[in-house]
């Protein structure tokens, strides 16, 4: 028996069982197997959200820190005002307005064409860039946020107090404990948040023409690829679990108040 053998694909019986390998069915656009063709762009999302990741954790828990420490001034007011900013702009927008600043006007980058990785690596950093940041500083909006709050709840915490009594100095008081506090909530989100992405970032990436499981989801939907369409949904539901998961373990490891069970 061929592995082609045995496809039925009038109904939804079709979709997942119907050939010799496991699989998740075959495409009916290019009768491509849809485990194949979502692993050969799987590489292409875990590059975007890899790389957004480093920047909404930099960025976002950077300003929200800033911003907690700097309370009432004028820092704090003007970080407010870029994280509402960033928090109301669509991702689209800042992506748009992003190529036309930095490939069009300026000039400084060309506009963006995805390049794997194993090709040309420098190629492939230098074009996902602006995708990493399009991405990135959209996210960081809501970590910021996240971050600012959390702070601020840790150093108004009764142990928090009694080290300032003890007379423990403000910078040991904010890296030692107030941090570790405050930061255990963001690497939770951050995991969930990583899982979500695996297809979730359709809007970044077809906007630059990344070939990812997002774009691949939206082309399925287009052209009514029912396998493709199905494959794509369980492979971003078996990530966000996975990334649940992930995220428990970090927060248990993150703050030690958090029990195991």
């Known amino acids: 028996m061929g592995l082609f053998a045995d496809r039925d694909y009038s109904g939804g019986a079709g979709l997942v069982l119907h050939c010799d390998a496991p699989c998740l069915g075959f495409s009916y656009q290019n009768d ?11 590489p292409a999302t875990l590059s975007l959200a890899l790389g957004a990741l480093v920047i909404w954790l930099v960025v976002g828990v950077g300003t929200g820190l800033l911003s907690a420490l700097r309370r009432g001034g004028l820092t704090e007011r003007v970080l407010t005002v870029l994280t509402l900013a960033g928090t109301g702009t669509p991702v689209f927008i800042l992506g748009l307005l992003l190529l036309m600043a930095v490939c069009a006007y300026l000039q400084w980058l ?26 990135g500083v959209f996210e960081s909006a809501k970590y910021a946020r996240l971050t600012r709050s959390s702070t601020l709840e840790t150093l108004a915490e009764d142990h928090i107090r009694t080290f300032r009594a003890y007379g423990v100095g403000e910078r040991a008081i904010v890296t030692r404990h107030a941090v570790r506090g405050a930061v ?31 774009k691949t989801l939206i082309d399925g939907v287009r052209v009514v690829d029912l396998p493709v369409v199905v494959g794509v949904v369980l492979a971003i539901g078996a990530a966000v679990v996975a990334a649940g998961a992930v995220a ?4 248990a490891l993150a703050d030690r108040r958090v029990a195991l069970t």
Do not use: H, K
Request: glycine share 10%; hydrophobic share 50%.
């Open 248 to 251: 428990d373990l970090l927060y």
């Open 110 to 135: 060309p506009f963006p064409t995805y390049v794997p990785l194993g090709d040309d690596p420098e190629q492939w950093a230098w074009n996902m860039l602006l995708p990493w940041i399009t991405l």
């Open 184 to 214: 255990a909530p963001v690497i939770a989100l951050s995991a969930v948040d990583f899982g979500t992405m695996i297809g979730g970032a359709v809007l970044t990436e077809s906007l630059f023409g990344i070939p990812g499981l997002g």
């Open 32 to 42: 491509r197997q849809v485990t194949e063709l979502l692993l050969d762009r799987l």
